[in-house]
C-alpha cells in the first residue's frame, strides 16, 4: 500500500481514511489528529472497521520459481490453478531452463505449490 502510494504520488480521501483506520490501533493519537484535520467530529475509534473484499485477495496469475539441481534458472507465469504437471511441462519448455536438460535425464522432480519446482537431473 505505502509503495504504491509512493510511486503514485498521490492518495484518495477512501483510501486515506480506511488507511487511518487500520493504523489506529497502533498509532492512536496520530490518527486522531489526521482524522480530526480530515474534518470528521467524531473519533475514529467509533467508526466501522474496513471489511475485506476477498475478490482482490486472490491472484489469477502465479509467478513459479524453476530450479534445476537446486539452482534457479528461470521461471515462468501461469495461471492460479495450474496442476504440478502444467508447471512441469511449461518449465520444461521455458527456453533458459530447457538447455539444462540436453542430455540429462529428470531423476526427480519437487513441486512447492504456488511457488517453485525443482529438477534434479543427472
Given at each position: 500500500?505505502v509503495?504504491?502510494?509512493?510511486?503514485t504520488g498521490?492518495?484518495?480521501r477512501?483510501?486515506?481514511?480506511?488507511f487511518?483506520k487500520?493504523?489506529?490501533?497502533?498509532?492512536?493519537?496520530v490518527?486522531?489528529?489526521?482524522?480530526e484535520?480530515?474534518g470528521?467530529?467524531?473519533?475514529?475509534?467509533k467508526?466501522?472497521?474496513?471489511e475485506?473484499d476477498?475478490?482482490?485477495?486472490s491472484?489469477d496469475?502465479?509467478n513459479?520459481?524453476?530450479?534445476?539441481?537446486?539452482?534457479?534458472?528461470?521461471?515462468?507465469?501461469?495461471d492460479?490453478g495450474?496442476?504440478?504437471d502444467?508447471?512441469s511441462?511449461?518449465?520444461?519448455?521455458?527456453e533458459?531452463?530447457?538447455?539444462y536438460?540436453?542430455?540429462?535425464k529428470?531423476v526427480k522432480?519437487?513441486?512447492?505449490?504456488?511457488?517453485l519446482?525443482?529438477?534434479?537431473v543427472k
Open positions: 500500500f509503495n504504491t502510494v509512493y510511486k498521490e492518495i484518495s477512501e483510501h486515506f481514511e480506511t487511518l487500520i493504523l489506529n490501533p497502533f498509532a492512536p493519537h490518527t486522531n489528529e489526521l482524522w484535520n480530515l470528521h467530529k467524531n473519533l475514529i475509534e467508526e466501522k472497521w474496513p475485506v476477498v475478490l482482490l485477495l491472484e496469475k502465479i513459479y520459481v524453476v530450479q534445476v539441481n537446486g539452482k534457479l534458472r528461470g521461471s515462468v507465469e501461469l492460479s495450474a496442476s504440478e502444467d508447471v511441462n511449461a518449465a520444461q519448455k521455458e533458459n531452463v530447457a538447455k536438460f540436453s542430455g540429462k529428470i522432480q519437487i513441486f512447492v505449490e504456488g511457488r519446482i525443482n529438477f534434479v
